[in-house]
């Protein structure tokens, strides 16, 4: 076995992460090819209810999920129906209450809050709001994300962080605050945050909710072709249904259930 | 340490983008700095203050009455006693001091107080042998022998201000002390305090004369040495041969003691601790007030950063340097205008008011920490970052 994804993922610098034919080829690709690498998230039995008013709410039952790594897969279901919930169980957000979970090599399942910090550093986050500081500019923004590893000088950083905004189509904005972004560009720099790192995966629910239906697919078409490139597994939670030809899989819940996985 | 010069400075970022919560956090800070500032300069001029004149005694040693707490309300002793430090080979002379209280009237026409009858403090000297260095005590000290002569002094309240002109420009000031009609003979510098709004220098006789004291008493004994002299041995000795009844200190130990009694038993030190105390809560509550208030409105990108993996121990730090970067930005304007106050307030009230090193460690330590309160505080409401929330 030797090492464990993350710290192969550690070891291949990023920007020099060759992804493998076999997960560039889409969303008909065959699940078997991925056979020799780990799954980035596995969820098994996973169960998890809610303390309100003294009493517990269930609102997943039994989830059992495989996210190998490049895939891009959706999240759907109506409203309610317990995926943000899910998706802040995988992005280590919230405790394990029973069942098992595993991402990125690491077990969540009864983890200290100090190793659910340290998993989270290797996800990126893409928000429905894009949650950037208001205070920093859009590469400052950026650079928050590479920050949290070690191993770069600030200009090494900041010459990263301009990559990456560079290769969202923000270039000419990297000195520019939130408030004077559009919503597109603001959600486009979260992106170029998420993945300055090269993470393994991400996890984005409904990022394109405050957009209108044509910058959201601008984003996503970004975000979808920066993931492919990068190899990253992309779990994303959105109710846009013409995106749904980008993705590999389409996973569908209800009422805390998974009812259909394909 | 590296991360401070890799990492960006977001408590640096986030106080300055805000440009008007900077503003009023440092104005905040500049505030309570200089009361305390002001406060604590203040309290120890109230004490120098009472203790100028002891500076000027001439001598090495100086005798008391034990029961005398503080030369301003001192008991005395009758002279005689100092008789047997006389015959101490060591000793060169013996000078003679009386303290005492007088209503000075102002003569007519002069400026505010013209008219008005002030409390003034008295010094009685012995003119052949003057017990007080002040400026212009050995040149005026044989005029002094003349009856009911006094010597004004310039440092006095401002009030008095007309009195010491007029006596420049070389007219006569008649003034009134105890009804008694005086004359100013010349002038000399000794410093107003809190509790003395001026002073006057006069001879034993005269002193007499306007008080009624008894003679052949005296309220401190100033003892010069002959040069070769060992004060601490001299001291020793004397105090052997003078007994229970009498108590011989250094002119330091001497001040010091007056100094510490003041420290003790006036309200000076509770009346201004406590305006420092209100300077320290009232820069505490804004600082407070700007770090909670940026804290509650960056709470969804606080639970962001949490969020993509940076630890609590992160945040709270950045929400201490801006603490911390409160107080240098706060103190530094605040001494500033702290020394234009001194300057005021030396001139309007003649207390001895300066900024000093080790008052001013004082203050920037009372602002750090002032601050590093308030960032603990507004710590608090970090808690309410849950990373779970973000999405
Ligand atoms: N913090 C919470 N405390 C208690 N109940 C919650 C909490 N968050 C969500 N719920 C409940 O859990 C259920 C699942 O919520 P969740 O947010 O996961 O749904 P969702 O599928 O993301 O919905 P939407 O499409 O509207 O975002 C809902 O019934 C919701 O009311
Ligand atoms: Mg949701």
């Given at each position: 076995m030797?090492q464990?994804?993350?710290?192969?993922?550690?070891?291949?610098r990023?920007?020099?992460?060759?992804?493998p034919?076999?997960?560039?080829?889409?969303r008909?690709?065959?699940r078997r090819?991925?056979d020799?690498?780990?799954?980035?998230?596995?969820?098994?039995?996973?169960?998890?209810?809610?303390?309100?008013a003294?009493?517990?709410?269930?609102?997943?039952?039994?989830?059992?999920?495989?996210?190998?790594?490049g895939?891009?897969?959706?999240?759907?279901?109506?409203?309610?129906?317990g995926k943000?919930?899910?998706?802040s169980?995988?992005?280590g957000?919230?405790?394990v209450?029973s069942?098992?979970?595993?991402v990125l090599?690491?077990?969540l399942?009864?983890?200290?809050?100090?190793?659910?910090?340290?998993?989270?550093?290797?996800?990126?986050?893409?928000f429905?709001?894009?949650n950037?500081?208001?205070?920093l500019?859009a590469?400052?923004?950026?650079?928050m994300?590479?920050?949290?590893?070690?191993?770069?000088t600030r200009?090494?950083?900041?010459?990263?962080?301009?990559?990456?905004?560079?290769?969202?189509?923000?270039?000419?904005r990297?000195?520019?605050?939130?408030?004077?972004?559009?919503?597109?560009?603001?959600?486009?720099?979260s992106i170029?945050r998420?993945?300055?790192?090269?993470?393994?995966?991400?996890?984005?629910?409904?990022?394109?909710?405050?957009?209108?239906s044509?910058?959201?697919?601008?984003?996503?078409?970004?975000?979808?072709?920066?993931a492919?490139?990068?190899?990253?597994?992309?779990?994303?939670?959105?109710?846009?249904?013409?995106?749904?030809?980008?993705?590999?899989?389409?996973?569908?819940m209800?009422?805390?259930?998974?009812?259909?996985d394909? | 340490?590296?991360f401070?010069?890799?990492?960006?400075?977001?408590?640096?970022?986030s106080?300055?983008?805000?440009r008007?919560?900077?503003?009023?956090?440092v104005?905040?800070?500049?505030?309570?700095?200089?009361?305390?500032w002001?406060?604590l300069?203040?309290m120890t001029?109230?004490?120098?203050?009472a203790?100028?004149i002891h500076?000027?005694l001439v001598?090495d040693?100086v005798?008391?009455?034990?029961?005398?707490?503080?030369?301003?309300?001192?008991?005395?002793?009758?002279r005689?006693?100092?008789?047997?430090?006389?015959?101490?080979?060591?000793?060169?002379?013996?000078s003679?001091?009386?303290v005492g209280?007088?209503?000075?009237?102002?003569?007519p026409?002069?400026g505010?107080?013209?008219?008005?009858?002030?409390?003034?403090?008295?010094y009685?000297?012995?003119?052949h042998?003057?017990?007080?260095?002040?400026?212009?005590?050995?040149?005026?000290?044989?005029q002094l022998?003349?009856?009911?002569?006094?010597?004004?002094d310039?440092l006095?309240?401002p009030?008095f201000?007309?009195?010491i002109?007029?006596?420049?420009?070389?007219?006569?000031v008649?003034?009134e002390i105890?009804?008694r009609q005086?004359?100013v003979?010349?002038?000399t510098a000794?410093?107003?305090?809190?509790?003395?709004?001026?002073?006057?220098?006069?001879?034993?006789?005269?002193?007499q004369?306007?008080?009624?004291r008894?003679?052949?008493?005296?309220?401190a004994g100033?003892?010069?040495l002959r040069?070769?002299?060992d004060?601490?041995?001299?001291?020793?000795e004397?105090?052997?041969s003078l007994g229970?009844?009498?108590?011989?200190l250094t002119?330091?130990?001497?001040?010091?003691?007056?100094r510490s009694?003041?420290?003790?038993?006036s309200?000076?030190?509770?009346i201004?601790?406590l305006?420092?105390?209100v300077?320290?809560?009232?820069?505490?509550?804004?600082?407070y007030?700007v770090?909670?208030?940026?804290?509650?409105?960056?709470?969804?990108?606080?639970?962001?950063l949490?969020?993509?993996?940076y630890?609590?121990?992160?945040l709270?730090q950045v929400?201490?340097?801006?603490?911390?970067?409160?107080?240098?930005f706060?103190?530094?304007?605040?001494t500033i205008?702290?020394?234009?106050?001194?300057?005021?307030?030396?001139?309007?009230?003649r207390?001895?008011?300066?900024?000093?090193w080790?008052r001013?460690?004082l203050?920037?330590?009372?602002?750090?920490?002032?601050c590093s309160?308030?960032?603990l505080?507004?710590?608090?409401?970090?808690?309410?970052?849950d990373?779970?929330?973000?999405?």
């Open positions: 030797g464990s994804p993350v710290t192969n993922f550690m070891a291949a990023p920007g020099s992460f060759d992804p034919a076999s997960i560039r080829a889409g008909n690709g065959d090819r991925f020799a690498a780990d799954p980035a998230v596995t969820v098994r039995n996973l169960d998890f209810s809610y303390e309100e003294g009493a517990m709410k269930q609102v997943l039952f039994d989830i059992d999920l495989d996210i190998w790594p895939e891009i897969v959706l999240l759907t279901g109506p409203s309610g129906c943000t919930t899910l998706l169980l995988i992005g957000l919230r405790t209450q069942g098992e979970l595993t090599g690491h077990s399942h009864g983890s200290p809050a100090g190793e659910l910090v340290e998993v989270r550093r290797h996800i990126g986050f893409i429905q709001m894009h950037l500081m208001e205070f500019t590469r400052q923004n950026v650079q994300t590479l920050q949290l590893h070690p191993g770069l200009a090494e950083m900041e010459e990263r962080a301009n990559q990456a905004l560079d290769e969202v189509g923000l270039g000419h990297r000195a520019a605050y939130p408030a004077n972004m559009s919503g597109g560009q603001k959600q486009r720099v170029a998420a993945l300055v790192n090269h993470p393994r995966l991400v996890l984005a629910d409904e990022p394109t909710s405050a957009l209108d044509k910058t959201g697919h601008e984003v996503i078409d970004i975000l979808v072709r920066l492919r490139e990068q190899g990253c597994a992309i779990l994303m939670v959105t109710h846009d249904t013409r995106i749904s030809d980008m993705a590999d899989r389409i996973i569908a209800e009422d805390g259930h998974i009812i259909s394909e | 340490m590296t401070l010069f890799r990492d960006l400075p977001i408590a640096w970022l106080l300055s983008h805000g008007t919560k900077l503003i009023a956090a104005i905040g800070v500049v505030f309570a700095d200089l009361l305390m002001m406060q300069g203040f001029a109230a004490i120098q203050g203790t100028f500076n000027l001598g040693l005798v008391v009455n034990p029961q005398s707490e503080i030369l301003m309300q001192a008991k005395p002793f009758p005689v006693y100092l008789a047997r430090a006389l015959s101490h080979p060591d000793v060169a002379t013996i003679l001091l009386r209280g007088v209503a000075w009237k102002n003569p026409g002069l505010t107080a013209s008219g008005e009858k002030r409390n003034l403090t008295i009685s000297i012995e003119p042998s003057p017990a007080i260095a002040a400026p212009g005590v050995e040149e005026y000290a044989t022998t003349a009856a009911d002569t006094v010597l004004f310039r006095s309240r009030e201000a007309p009195v002109a007029k006596y420049e420009s070389g007219e006569p008649e003034a105890n009804g005086v004359r003979v010349g002038s000794i410093g107003a305090s809190f509790q003395v709004d001026g002073n006057l220098i006069t001879s034993d006789l005269n002193f004369r306007f008080t009624n008894p003679p052949g008493s005296a309220d100033i003892i010069r040069p070769e002299a004060p601490a041995q001299v001291k020793a004397l105090q052997k229970k009844d009498l108590l011989v002119k330091s130990e001497y001040i010091a003691r007056d009694y003041l420290s003790r038993r309200p000076v030190n509770f201004f601790g305006g420092t105390a300077g320290f809560l009232v820069g505490f509550a804004i600082v007030q770090l909670f208030t940026d804290v509650s409105n960056n709470l969804p990108q606080f639970a962001t949490k969020a993509i993996g630890s609590d121990g992160y709270q929400v201490l340097q801006e603490a911390i970067i409160l107080s240098i706060g103190f530094l304007p605040g205008l702290a020394s234009g106050l001194y300057t005021a307030a030396r001139a309007a009230t207390l001895p008011m300066s900024l000093t080790d001013g460690l203050v920037f330590g009372l602002t750090v920490v002032m309160l308030s960032g505080l507004a710590i608090r409401k970090l808690r309410q970052a990373p779970a929330d973000v999405f």
